[in-house]
């Protein structure tokens, strides 16, 4: 086992700053106002701490944090590109909330 729980819910908590340079680098939109990059540095702040004092979080070597890096760019690409799809495709509300519950069917 490379990484752990632990380590993906401490990585996925910090997602949302790399969502913000993603989406002002290649979308055009602007950087978080001040109170929101604090509300961001906070969160990540946060998950430092969780990841310092909790002992269940373990990622094993290099490879762990190779794999780990790997998914968590994979999943803010994804996010990005979802973000952009419900932008320029125009639908209804109901419409979105149908496709997103309808792909989400196994």
Do not use: H
């Amino acid at each position: 086992m490379l990484t752990n729980v632990g380590a993906v819910i401490a990585a996925r908590s910090c997602l949302p700053v790399i969502v913000c340079i993603i989406e002002w680098a290649f979308m055009g939109r602007s950087l978080p106002s001040a109170r929101s990059t604090l509300s961001l540095a906070g969160v990540v702040g946060f998950a430092g701490l969780y990841i310092r004092f909790d002992s269940g979080v373990d990622v094993n070597g290099t490879v762990g944090y190779v794999w780990l890096f790997i998914w968590w760019m994979l999943l803010a690409l994804q996010m990005t590109y979802g973000k952009w799809m419900t932008e320029k495709i125009e639908m209804t509300q109901w419409e979105r909330v149908f496709y997103t519950n309808a792909f989400a069917i196994p």
